[in-house]
């Protein structure tokens, strides 16, 4: 009996010696909590847009450089839209606690109020310093549950970008996987933008539905599918299962029709849908519709005559016969297609559409 008493006071007594000497000054002392990381981002939705980029913060070090701060996202599409062969950079932010909804395959992503869209065009190998010269950054913000857009040139020593919605020719000559090119490369106005980014007379985004972005990406730690890495980042609350995606038209080992397909989608099919700039014309070129041989203009007759000699739309087995591809072959302002940001031939791109039609069988009755 008085071993087991001694024993529990002795256990006692090293139970108070060893917590006595936690609490030293000279012995443990607690960790702190990490800090939680904070984007640095401002978009105050009763200031913006901004007078300059820089204002934002969406860039961290010196801006030129376009490294993303925390929670900046960059992001890719499938294919993308061509300009001028300008080379792009997009990202997206979107405030804390928020995040996008999954409409479908083949919609834009539901974005939360304060998003931003951010994409900067670029060339590389531009004359006669032959460097990089990042020519506007476009910006997309939901504001009050309607996109405005806010368009930034930057400056030639490219340490910042202002704001500038009324529009501007830029000369500009670069050298393009060794041949030497040049154009007026035109910054949109305001109004230049919503001819593109409109359904039904409200603003729209046009890239970033989830058949576009389902990809991998190459980010600073690793690749990852971007819809996966978005739900991870909290800016996507759905995983969205089994889509149906476009491809990069790009891609030679992909069929020729899924290439046409979702070249057309990227570039043409904002305007050629429903409620659309060009909407009136008879086909429809989303990814999803052209399935359908006749949404494509396949040997349907056009209703405006513009050039000479052109039968259909697409006019089967001749291209020299189709009026889709005079339009995408001219750069004259009154023919080209698209109207808009092109103003060079998409050597590649008529190369791909020569060789989809003449493959498409017998001529148009």
Not at 256 to 264: A, N, P
Not at 298 to 306: G, Y
Request: with cysteine.
């Amino acid at each position: 009996m008085k071993q087991n008493y001694f024993l529990r006071s002795l256990f006692i007594l090293l139970l108070f010696t060893a917590f006595t000497s936690c609490n030293d000054d000279e012995g443990y002392t607690p960790v702190p909590e990490p800090p939680v990381q904070v984007s640095p981002v401002d978009v105050n939705l009763a200031n913006v847009p901004y007078p300059t980029l820089s204002q934002y913060k969406f860039f961290t070090g010196d801006m030129k450089n376009m490294e993303p701060a925390y929670k900046v996202i960059p992001y890719d599409l499938n294919s993308t839209l061509f300009t001028d062969y300008a080379h792009k950079k997009r990202f997206v932010w979107m405030p804390a606690n928020t995040s996008a909804t999954y409409n479908g395959d083949a919609n834009v992503l539901d974005f939360p109020n304060g998003t931003v869209l951010i994409k900067n065009f670029y060339y590389d190998n531009v004359q006669p310093e032959n460097t990089r010269k990042i020519i506007e950054t476009r910006l997309m913000i939901m504001k009050n549950g309607e996109w405005i857009f806010a368009n930034y040139l930057w400056n030639d020593a490219q340490t910042e970008a202002t704001l500038d919605m009324a529009g501007k020719n830029i000369e500009l000559a670069w050298i393009e996987n060794g041949v030497p090119m040049n154009t007026t490369y035109r910054i949109p106005s305001g109004n230049e933008c919503f001819t593109c980014h409109k359904s039904d007379e409200v603003p729209s985004a046009i890239g970033p539905k989830p058949q576009n972005l389902n990809k991998s990406y190459t980010y600073s730690n690793g690749s990852a599918n971007q819809l996966s890495r978005w739900i991870q980042e909290g800016y996507l609350n759905t995983a969205p299962q089994n889509i149906t995606s476009t491809i990069d038209w790009t891609d030679t080992s992909k069929s020729l029709d899924m290439r046409v397909r979702s070249y057309l989608d990227i570039n043409c099919a904002h305007c050629h849908k429903e409620g659309a700039h060009c909407d009136y014309r008879p086909i429809r070129l989303a990814f999803n519709e052209t399935t359908d041989p006749v949404n494509l203009g396949v040997c349907v007759e056009f209703q405006q005559p513009v050039g000479q000699g052109q039968s259909h739309i697409i006019a089967r087995g001749v291209y020299q016969r189709s009026m889709m591809y005079y339009r995408m072959n001219s750069v004259e302002d009154n023919e080209r297609m698209p109207l808009m940001g092109r103003s060079v031939k998409h050597t590649e791109a008529l190369q791909m559409m020569q060789q989809w039609i003449s493959g498409l069988g017998e001529p148009c009755p």
